[in-house]
């Protein structure tokens, strides 16, 4: 018998706690989950007889090394910053660890000790990271098997609202973590286009727009998303003249959420004095200039011409963002409040659901140097409350890695990310039996 | 006999130790100068019998003890973060102590230890921070002593270059720090307009221009100078409708300078891979969209249409942005190559000389409620290379500081600014002997 733990039963570790559980008995597998709040872990067992709750909490060394001892493979939900922490301890233990979270610089001084003891950490195993290595790398590869050379690789992302629900003018809900949808994109995002570097600031990010579609879900936008230099090195990619990752929102959204980037509305790095009492109105006219004479919505109008138009307005208006409404967050940031003005209009409600959109963009020169254009695109609807499209993404990949380590299919000892075909190629077989499968077009 | 050490003999030590020196023989002073670079220091004493050069380190803590231990006044020029190690021994030895720098958080926590030892600790005592708050407080002391109130304040500065040298497009030439000048304005600039929080982020800041003038100077425009809300406290206007402080340019820089500010240009976050052999029109590409049919000038443009007129377009010419230079800079920051790009064209070349304009703006009503605007306005030229406006303006107040301190005439004990009447008062009415004169008017 194998024990597999899973350390978080948080919204993402469903469909992975699900998937684990039907494989239980044909892999004599035990799957205990830790969690700090354990009738949380229990309920996601739903009586199952393969599986076990417990207490875990991240901060107890003692119960971390023992939790580690007693399994044989490790899942980490924990939030990002707790990775270190349970890899430090599978590695002394030699247990072998997945997450599907991004691969800190920590998590890499541990490759030798990893390595050494003969043990994988492997990371990035969800929808982004994740799926989009997984499928990008297998395209890639193709074309370079088949003697091709790629030319310009261009890999975008969104969570998005399905479509049934999509009611709203901005044609987005928070379907993940509303705090880092506020603050996306601070910072430089950089990329190379026909062998030129390009760096954006955040303040020209949402203007720089590519229009694309997916067939069957009609129209999206795509802004660009932090270094995309980055992944020359990831796919082993490194003199090739274009790469670019973006994020998917639907047409019209970066337009108006620039005005909230235009006005300073998302920064989080300073607290508005008697934030508690101030509405909405105060709130914006704290970025506008004094003008005797015009209204909050004038001023606005007459400080970002060219980008409050009829739609932008509509969109605000839909926010209440010029109502008298009461704030009630003492010693808030701009984004904090921002954050809680969106959180009343943009929730998912009871019933409606959400969507992954991704979709990657190959042109490449085939063995006899003919041009082509490959696109692959994958749309997930979620099913329900707990088994939403993110919970599906990142909780599958992980949850079939987790099989293919469990049953000694993959050993791939150091820390990694899903870009190797053992890893990959039955991942994305298996993912495509249940129903995440990408779409390719030949342009 | 009084011993007055300084330390540092940089650029802004001239002007103080002329002073010093011309002032040591009527009150018995020694006048000690400790640089790291004891030629430097030797060179600055111009043979006085008053004075004599050693070197000095402030990463020595034995040095450091033994020089505060061996002074009677002890006046820090060393850079910014240098001055609590000074501060700290000061105060082990009981010796008063005076910068021209910022309060930081940590030279207060030294406010009981400097009181229980009967020394004061004076900051702020040069141009900006310094001769900007005694000038306001003389006035709104006045203001308020007449029984008048004040309902707004506006306080501005600029350094720049004299008006017979001013013979750029740009009307601005490096006076001081070129660092400093091309981060300035990063992060949010706060104040407060007839009782409105004005946040206002650094996309912004340079198309919220204000317009100014001064008599015989011409015109002038201001941009918002960080955070006006804490002058509240140190002016002692917790209740005042409107405060705001300033940065002084010539008419016209701000459009331009926006333009990098927007491109992303100034940004010091990240390095530049290969910004060693990129050109000046390469770096300026890295900022816009790729577009196959359109030269980089068209393009930015197209980018900016809004900022980018003739006007401007002449002023980014003059600095060769659109030209293949070559940068030479190896791993640079956006901002470093930026700097690098400037200091070629905004040098004060030898014989030049540099202006500091300070304005104040004062709307107030007297004791009969009747409204009244006064303005306060300083230019101060530079006489030569060494003794230029900014070392007077930065050492003289500070020098008088010393003298007022080591005749007994002043003592505060504790870590203050000058914003009381004993401290403000002699120094404003000696530089007037020294041809730094505020005209005021009422408009």
């Known amino acids: 018998m194998k024990v597999i733990t899973i350390l978080g039963a948080g919204l993402s570790a469903t469909s992975l706690i699900n998937y684990l559980l039907q494989h239980s008995e044909e892999n004599d597998w035990h799957i205990k989950i830790g969690d700090i709040d354990e009738q949380l872990a229990k309920r996601k067992i739903n009586g199952s007889k393969r599986g076990k709750a417990f207490y875990f909490n991240v901060s107890d060394d ?11 493979i490790v899942v980490s939900l924990l939030p990002a910053r707790f990775h270190f922490v349970v890899a ?3 590695v002394n233990h030699g247990v072998p660890m997945l997450t599907a979270s991004y691969v800190s610089k920590e998590m890499l001084e541990l490759q030798d000790e990893a390595i050494a003891k003969g043990i994988g950490i492997y990371n990035e195993l969800g929808v982004d990271p994740g799926i989009d290595h997984m499928s990008a790398m297998k395209i890639i590869d193709q ?30 809900k928070f379907t993940w973590n509303p705090r880092n949808v506020v603050l996306a994109g601070q910072g430089v995002s950089k ?8 760096f954006i600031p955040y303040t020209q990010l949402f203007s720089r727009i590519i229009p694309t579609s997916v067939e069957g879900y009609g129209d999206f936008e795509i802004y660009p998303n932090r270094d995309s230099l980055a992944y020359r090195k990831t796919y082993n990619l490194d003199n090739i003249p274009t790469i670019f990752r973006g994020t998917i929102r639907r047409p019209g959204f970066a337009k108006a959420w620039n005005v909230f980037v235009q006005l300073g509305a998302t920064d989080d790095s300073y607290i508005i004095e008697n934030s508690e009492s101030m509405t909405y109105r105060q709130f914006i006219n704290t970025f506008l200039p004094f003008r005797e004479n015009e209204s909050v919505e004038e001023k606005l109008i007459n400080l970002l011409p060219h980008l409050v138009d009829e739609e932008v307005m509509q969109k605000l208006h839909f926010l209440e963002i010029f109502s008298n409404k009461t704030i009630g967050l003492p010693s808030a940031s701009p984004a904090q409040i921002l954050q809680k003005i969106l959180e009343d209009k943009w929730q998912l409600k009871e019933g409606e659901r959400d969507m992954i959109v991704m979709q990657h963009r190959f042109e490449f020169s085939d063995s006899d140097n003919k041009p082509h254009i490959k696109v692959a695109s994958l749309v ?15 909780g599958l990949p992980l949850a079939i890695a987790v099989k293919l380590v469990a049953t000694g299919k993959v050993n791939i000892p150091g820390v990694s990310v899903p870009v190797v075909p053992e ?6 077989d298996e993912l495509e039996t249940l129903g995440i499968v990408f779409k390719e077009e030949d342009l």
């Open 191 to 198: 990329f190379i286009r026909n062998g030129d570097y390009k």
């Open 62 to 72: 003692n119960l971390v090394e023992k939790t580690v001892a007693e399994s044989d």
């Open 143 to 172: 074309i370079r098997n088949t003697g091709g050379t790629l030319t310009a690789f261009f890999s975008s992302t969104g969570g998005l609202v399905a479509p049934a629900f999509d009611d709203n003018p901005w044609n987005y």
């Open 423 to 428: 890893l990959y190629q039955p991942i994305l």
């Open 380 to 394: 997930v609807e979620g099913e329900s409350k707990e088994i939403t499209a993110m919970a599906k993404t990142v």
């Open 88 to 90: 430090q301890a599978c």
